[in-house]
């Protein structure tokens, strides 16, 4: 039976002591695998099995988590076969960035209320809340509430339940590989990357960058993250078409994920990829540029309105 615990309606679920103490060792550990890792390479060179390593896990993991947790599974961007839909959502479980449902939970209440009330992550409540410190102050969201229709689906339910031991595996894989020095380079630095990259997207793709299109949300385009975070650094561009599969939607801007998804297509490992229609597009930045021009317009207007009052002062 559950007691019966006040509840602040500031706080509505604080996490346990033993979920904060979880999270404080995910974020932690890696740093300390940073350190650990600048020490080895300081005192004798390091591997190409190390280097190679750290590259191949951060590649595969990320992918994982901007192809399979984000476009594929949250954003529902394109239809995957079963055997690709289980490979991506294990590599995104092996990021340490929580249960497959809970984190597209968290992402889908991100946009339904993004930079208002209710975003577990805006940067309005401070940038190092944005970044990692919202992990500390609430748990997950609850996938019954906002993903039911994901959480009925077999392979989800599945890879999402069993996420410890996939998430445990990211750190094996890389012993057995290489070793300790595997373990640092392609476990907890790898983790490290992957963390601060992902988290990137929530904190500075809503602080820094462009805004191409207006949104109800201070989500930007910010290409060095674009470039790290595999394309997830075109972030306006997907508040703004949240459905669609490519992130990148000039020629210029780098999508890797976006590519991934397009050879799944061609191959015959993914159907349904969801592209926005040229027209859409169009509309969009012609909307956009008819709001920044009556905005303007209003300026000015308030501008002109308070010029005579200053140089009426100035004549008396
Ligand atoms: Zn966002
Ligand atoms: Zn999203």
Redesign the pocket.
Known sequence: MQSAQPVSPASPSRPSLAYRAAILTVVVAPLIGVVLAIRLLWQSAVSWTDITLLLVMYALVALGVTVGFHRMLTHRSFTPHPAIKFILLVLGSMAFEGPALSWAATHIK??AV?DREGDPHSPLDGFFHAHMGWLFTKQMEDPNVYCRHLVKDPIIAFVSRTFPLWAGLSLVIPFAIGGWHGLIWGGLVRMFLTHHVTWS??SV??TFGKRPYETN?A?RNEWLVGLLAFGEGW?NN??AFPRSAIHGLRWWQFDLSGLLIVALEKVGLASDVYRVPPEQLARRAARTAALRSDLRAAEDAEDAAATPLVGAAASE
Request: aromatic share 0%; with cysteine.
């Open positions: 991100h946009h993004a997207v929530n793709c809503h949300d989500s972030h997907h508040h």
